[in-house]
């Protein structure tokens, strides 16, 4: 059994930096693939970003330079550093943990249970 346990959302204004974490107990961690999601209602889950066997990647090119992962296998735990916080990244924060390298949330199988960023203007 895995289990993800998020922390470090709330409430910033814009251009405020957050740092997200994520604890994972369970299984190897280093035998996990270990991304970051993002959801907004009424939206599909989107990919942040992951750190895999290769290393870490980001979604997309809006979050590029301003968000980056990283993994402390010391302390089973990935954190997704946030800067220079946007109002369209509001939403619901999401770890997952899951067997292959993929943008996709289906293929994750474990999730955390998410946390709140709220970005206001």
């Known amino acids: 059994q895995v289990l993800l346990v ?9 251009g405020d930096s957050l740092r997200l974490s994520c604890t994972y107990s369970g299984r190897a961690f280093g035998s996990y693939v270990m991304a970051w999601f993002r959801q907004t ?6 990919f942040v970003a992951l750190f895999g066997p290769t290393g870490a990647y980001t979604g997309t090119d809006s979050l590029e330079g301003r968000f980056a992962i990283s993994r402390d296998s010391a ?14 990244d509001t939403a619901v924060y999401y770890c997952a943990a899951g067997p292959i390298l993929s943008r996709s949330p289906e293929q994750y199988n474990n999730w955390g249970q998410g946390t709140q960023v709220t ?3």
């Open 6 to 14: 998020e922390s470090g959302g709330g409430t910033v204004k814009a």
């Open 41 to 46: 209602p009424g939206k599909e889950r989107e």
């Open 75 to 88: 302390k089973n735990t990935v954190y997704l550093q946030m800067n220079n916080l946007k109002p369209e």
């Open 119 to 121: 970005v206001s203007s």
